[in-house]
């Protein structure tokens, strides 16, 4: 496999990543449900981003398809250089293990695994030694002011630290990009500002944020809002 | 690198089946007592033909055995009763044997007489054997004190004997049997030599009803009296009479029971037997004898044997595919509960191979432990079948590999394809899942 470039670039004008008449549609029955219609969206490296609309208009399948979780229906896209099309599925793990992180709504730890534990998750298939994911973890668990709670299951945390928890999970391998599907939207609104804070003060140390949100207070925090409306783009830059 | 991995995937792996400690033991279970039962079952096996292998050793490979046989009634010459019926073998069979046969190195005539003896007032229920003093080279056994007979005693028709262990025991409470004299019928006969030989075998009948008793054993006997066979047949005579019923009395008259033959090598054993039976079949008018090969008879059990384990083995393999079966069962439930995992890993960089490899050896790990506590239980098995049932049992290291082995395949191959299923799904559906 090729060599990903893995060292964050800080300039905003350099696009991290170009979609081209993205689509994505799903055959039901006869019927056929268009999701996503002729996306065009380039995100520079470094840039936050909110990704805006109503539900069911296609945010968190954008979000999933910029992640290489989900595959589009047709369409170009670029990831840091690399065509996304023409990589089999254990180069498209590989990305999202490397240089994506996941922050979802439902935090979506893993239940019979500890804090550090669910922190080395990504470490662990990256092939990090035990050791060096030990410590790693350990010190995002601190950054993320989870330090005195390592042990503790995601039963035993509130819904603001887990998703604490989920961040410093996705901050695990260091990744170029950061994809937040409404990480406040499960939470009361103190720890869900707490979590944008974090959010936003990993965007200044100069990572791609990706945000998707119901919140316009966010939108109006971020450096550009893309709205989406029934699968198209409705508005595409700075509110 | 590597054996962190497997360190990791063995943690992870035990971490989640202790979740569910309860249905993992279930699970588990099915792998124990079909691991468990294949190992009991091969050692019975193992144990049942071991014990035959003995016995027909006993009766000594490079022997062959005639022994005469009543012959059909249809084939009895002259009319039925108060006439006294001569069959069977004869000391003619056994010179013509020595003289005719140059691969025979010992020929051993033998009359047997079910008797009981006396010493004071204890009494023993014993097989006589009328033999030669050569007896012990064509048979196991062994003297412990004193000396066999002699051609002395054969020439002077000696009242002496040899007792085996079991018939010593029996008679001799606290005296030393050696030189003591034992009463058998009539006649007082002294002890000049015991001898020992290997526990009894009463019950190789059940494993196969052709095998005969080892050289001059009695059913319900406790055991052997050896005297000279000159001096059987000088008290006993050859005639019997037996009284049955309204039919009147049956008078018969034998020479000899058994004469049992020691060819040089095992290759000469099948060549020497068929030579034995035509010069048998030309000399004997009527089918009395019977001829008997204990290499033919141990080739036979081999065979047996292997038939035996076929059959106790497909019936634990059978057992195991269940618990395999259940084990899948599990797993498949396993992994459509942990389906929101499984996404979850997906999405933070789990390859399919990943995800594969953890949920195979969770099974393993299931079908493995399930295979040691198997092997602890079958093992024990065993022991108390012995103790309790009173039945030889042998547990071969084989057997331990075997039933390891065949736990280890049935994890695999059960737990595959839940774990296949696993790493196939959809990661964006896994997550979708509630
Ligand atoms: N597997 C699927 N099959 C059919 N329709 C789907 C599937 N996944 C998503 N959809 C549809 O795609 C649309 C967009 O979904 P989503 O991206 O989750 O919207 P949002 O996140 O904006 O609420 C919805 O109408 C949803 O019903
Ligand atoms: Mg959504």
């Known amino acids: 496999m090729q060599q990903f470039n893995k060292t964050p670039e800080f300039k905003t004008d350099k696009p991290i990543l170009v979609m081209k008449q993205l689509c994505k549609s799903y055959q039901l029955g006869t019927v056929q449900l268009q999701v996503l219609r002729n996306i065009d969206v380039t995100i520079n490296s470094g840039e936050y981003v909110a990704i805006m609309g109503p539900s069911g208009s296609g945010k968190s399948t954008l979000l999933n398809m910029i992640g290489c979780l989900d595959h589009p229906t047709s369409g170009q896209y670029w990831l840091s250089g690399r065509n996304v099309f023409e990589l089999n599925d254990d180069d498209l793990s590989l990305i999202r293990g490397a240089h994506i992180g996941f922050v979802f709504q439902s935090f979506n730890l893993i239940q019979q695994l500890n804090v550090v534990e669910n922190i080395e998750v990504p470490m662990y298939y990256q092939g990090l030694s035990e050791h060096e994911s030990a410590q790693r973890a350990r010190k995002l668990a601190v950054m993320v002011g989870l330090g005195d709670r390592i042990t503790h299951r995601p039963s035993e945390l509130s819904g603001g630290e887990q998703q604490r928890v989920a961040i410093a999970r996705a901050l695990a391998n260091e990744p170029l990009i950061i994809l937040a599907d409404e990480p406040t939207g499960n939470l009361d609104s103190e720890s869900g500002s707490e979590i944008l804070k974090i959010l936003v003060d990993l965007h200044k140390q100069g990572k791609t944020l990706i945000v998707v949100t119901h919140d316009e207070g966010i939108a109006t925090d971020a450096q550009r809002t893309i709205r989406l409306f029934d699968g198209r783009i409705k508005q595409n830059g700075e509110r | 690198m590597f054996t962190f991995r497997l360190k990791r995937t063995v943690k992870l792996g035990i971490k989640s089946l202790w979740m569910h400690r309860l249905r993992s033991t279930l699970t588990t279970s099915g792998i124990i007592f079909g691991v468990s039962s294949v190992i009991a079952m091969l050692a019975i096996g193992e144990g049942a033909s071991q014990h035959a292998q003995e016995q027909i050793a006993r009766l000594g490979s490079c022997n062959i055995i005639i022994k005469t046989v009543e012959p059909p009634e249809e084939e009895q010459a002259g009319g039925r009763e108060r006439v006294m019926h001569e069959y069977g073998l004869t000391y003619a069979d056994a010179e013509r044997f020595h003289n005719s046969i140059p691969n025979v190195e010992v020929v051993v005539p033998n009359r047997l007489l079910a008797q009981r003896a006396w010493y004071r007032n204890r009494k ?147 060549p020497t037997r068929d030579i034995l039976e035509t010069l048998l079949d030309r000399f004997h008018k009527q089918s009395d004898y019977q001829v008997v090969v204990p290499l033919e008879l141990l080739r036979q059990a081999e065979r047996t044997k292997m038939i035996f384990s076929i059959v106790l083995g497909s019936i634990a393999a059978i057992s195991l595919l269940v618990g395999g079966i259940g084990i899948m069962n599990i797993m498949l439930a396993t992994v459509s509960e942990r389906t929101r995992e499984i996404g979850i890993r997906r999405a933070l960089g789990a390859k399919k191979r990943d995800i594969i490899v953890q949920f195979l050896s969770e099974t393993l790990i299931l079908t493995l432990a399930g295979g040691i506590l198997g092997i602890i239980l079958g093992s024990s098995i065993p022991y108390f079948v012995t103790y309790f049932g009173h039945m030889p049992t042998v547990i071969t290291t084989s057997s331990l590999i075997l039933a390891f082995g065949i736990s280890a395949i049935v994890g695999i191959t059960f737990g595959l394809y839940p774990a296949y299923r696993a790493a196939n799904m959809d990661p964006i559906e896994s997550l979708r899942h509630e």
Not at chain 2, 127 to 156: A, C, K, N
Not at chain 2, 172 to 201: M, N, S
């Open chain 2, 124 to 270: 023993v229920a014993a097989e006589v054997i009328g033999t030669v003093p050569w007896f012990p080279d064509v048979s196991t056994v062994r003297l412990i004190q004193g000396r066999f007979l002699s051609s002395i005693d054969m020439h002077y028709k000696q009242s002496v004997c040899v007792l085996d262990e079991n018939v010593v025991s029996e008679l001799f409470a606290f005296d030393d049997a050696l030189y003591q004299d034992i009463k058998i019928a009539t006649d007082y006969y002294r002890v000049v030599g015991i001898v020992t030989q290997q526990a009894i075998v009463s019950d190789l009948q059940t494993f196969d009803n052709q095998a005969p008793a080892a050289p001059g054993q009695g059913g319900a006997n406790v055991g052997n009296i050896y005297i000279p066979l000159t001096t059987i047949k000088d008290r006993f005579g050859e005639i019997s009479i037996e009284f049955s019923g309204s039919s009147g009395a049956k008078i018969e008259k034998v020479e000899l029971h058994e004469i049992i033959v020691k060819v040089g090598s095992i290759e000469e054993v099948l």
